[in-house]
């Protein structure tokens, strides 16, 4: 997968509001399949429906004992759709630091000839 | 454009950052909308803006350079979409190659081709606050959701800028 592609697939998973309820409760530590369902309104298969797309995704990981298979949280997907956010964040506040100062000369500027002007 | 607040309300925030600047804003729009000023803070902190095409009006474009002392060069652009002075500004912005056409960004990561930057500039006793939404452009369905949903329901990094945001808003208002 190409890093767009890769970023495509976890909004994708993310984009659902059932799929980041399980991540958040997955930051908290492993959990098994059966804990996870319970907080949700959900059928096991419609559960572990939720869990292909976040395994896919990268998301998760699942151990591999068949009964207990439990859901670990991988981080690294996240911190990639996390850097996007960062670097517009950096942008802007990169960008509006500068025009703060430009500002500042501007109005220096037309103290000046203000002054100047009077004369 | 309209507002899209009752996707907004269904789906959490956009991409927001503001800003307050102490400087009327008439000034401030200037800054914004003509090339002469442009010219003078846009671009990325140690580059310098070369202006290669400036047309100030809806569906019109600004071309320019970013140069760097070290010989570096990056193309970017801007497309005007909708110009309501001195409110309003919404314009479409991104990487470009050197003849304008729209391009990848210029070092590794994905980022969205283009975005969609809606500032509005507010006015309150000589100080000019700029609120920014953005979003990406031509992204898929998932990207917009994505965008627009993340804020609101992960507990992840940002907690602290929202945090920080928050504080200088009501600073803001108390003020």
Redesign the interface.
């Known amino acids: 997968m190409?890093?767009?592609d890769?970023?495509?697939t976890?909004?994708?998973a993310?984009?659902d509001?059932t799929r980041?309820?399980i991540?958040?409760k997955l930051?908290l530590g492993e959990t098994a399949v059966t804990e996870l369902a319970k907080p949700f309104d959900m059928s096991l298969p419609a559960i572990s429906k939720h869990l292909k797309v976040l395994e896919h995704a990268g998301l998760i990981s699942r151990g591999r004992e068949a009964q207990w298979r439990p859901c670990k949280l991988e981080a690294g997907p996240?911190k990639?759709?996390?850097?996007?956010?960062?670097?517009?964040?950096q942008f802007?506040?990169?960008?509006?630091?500068?025009?703060?100062?430009?500002?500042?000369?501007?109005?220096a500027k037309e103290k000046r000839n203000g002054r100047k002007n009077r004369k | 454009m309209a507002e899209r607040t009752g996707n907004e309300a269904l789906l959490g925030q956009p991409?927001v950052?503001t800003?307050a600047?102490?400087?009327p804003r008439d000034?401030?729009w200037k800054?914004w909308t003509e090339a002469k000023?442009l010219q003078?803070?846009?671009?990325?902190?140690g580059s310098k803006i070369e202006v290669l095409k400036f047309d100030f009006r809806t569906g019109g474009m600004f071309h320019y350079a970013m140069r760097y002392s070290t010989g570096a060069v990056m193309w970017g652009r801007f497309t005007f979409v909708d110009i309501a002075p001195p409110e309003r500004l919404v314009f479409l912005n991104g990487f470009a190659d050197e003849t304008g056409e729209v391009a990848r960004a210029p070092f590794?990561?994905?980022?969205p081709l283009q975005?969609e930057n809606t500032v509005t500039f507010s006015e309150q006793a000589g100080k000019t606050t700029?609120t920014?939404h953005?979003l990406p452009v031509n992204a898929?369905?998932?990207?917009r959701?994505?965008f627009e949903?993340?804020f609101a329901?992960?507990?992840?990094?940002?907690g602290g800028?929202f945090d920080q945001l928050d504080g200088y808003l009501e600073i803001m208002l108390a003020a």
């Open positions: 190409t890093p767009q890769q970023l495509s976890t909004f994708a993310l984009a509001p980041r309820a991540l958040a930051a996240l990639t759709a996390d850097d996007w956010l960062e670097y517009y964040r802007w506040e990169e960008r509006f630091d500068r025009l703060e100062g430009y500002l500042r000369v501007l109005q | 991409f950052i800003r600047f102490n400087a000034l401030v800054a000023h003078h803070w846009w671009g990325p902190k590794p990561g994905a980022i975005m700029i920014l953005s898929t369905d998932e990207e959701l994505f949903g993340m329901s992960m507990t992840g990094g940002y800028t």
